[in-house]
């Protein structure tokens, strides 16, 4: 979509001084909600998320390119979202991640280390009559459909 690309664009343009702060997600839902996710290596403050949210705001009215009301909304990925991006894996080792992968298994264990193709997580396996024991896993970037990071409470 046209607005889409404009929006990445002016998001760029924007945090282009910042190489900690970097564009995860833009998104136009069909209720004229758009919505832009951007992180930071350290996390992202409020006043970066207004400071983008102004910028994007003031030039797609400048330019009226979206010709009816929209709702904008910039944030932070929430808990729940998806890593979908290599820098947003390393800004979460030491997290316990789940990992869907292609051919429908789940493995959940703390993410260890990350490169440009995989990603190493220690899991906890428990066989029958057996300790749990930890085993690193490599998983290839291209063999997962979707990681989320596991909060816990304890």
């Known amino acids: 979509m046209q607005v889409e690309k404009r929006v990445r664009a ?3 343009e924007k945090i282009a001084d910042r190489p900690e702060l970097f564009l995860v997600a833009v998104k136009m839902l ?4 758009l919505i832009i996710h951007v992180d930071g290596d350290q996390g992202i403050s409020i006043q970066d ?3 983008i949210s102004r910028h994007v705001g003031f030039h797609l009215e400048e330019e ?13 990925p929430g808990v729940g ?3 979908v991006l290599n820098r947003q894996y390393a ?3 030491g997290r ?3 990992v869907k992968l292609a051919n429908g298994d789940t493995k959940e ?3 260890i280390e990350v490169t440009d193709n995989n990603i190493t997580i220690e899991e906890a396996i428990k066989e029958k009559g057996k300790k749990v024991q930890l085993v690193n896993s490599q998983i290839a970037l291209n063999d997962i459909t979707e990681t989320k990071v596991l909060i816990s409470f304890k």
């Open 10 to 12: 002016l998001v760029e």
């Open 30 to 33: 069909p209720n004229n909600k």
């Open 49 to 51: 998320c207004v400071a």
């Open 64 to 76: 009226n390119a979206i010709e009816t009301a929209y709702n904008l909304e910039v944030s932070s």
């Open 81 to 83: 979202e998806p890593l």
């Open 91 to 93: 800004k979460n080792t």
């Open 96 to 98: 316990t991640l789940a």
């Open 109 to 111: 264990g703390k993410l």
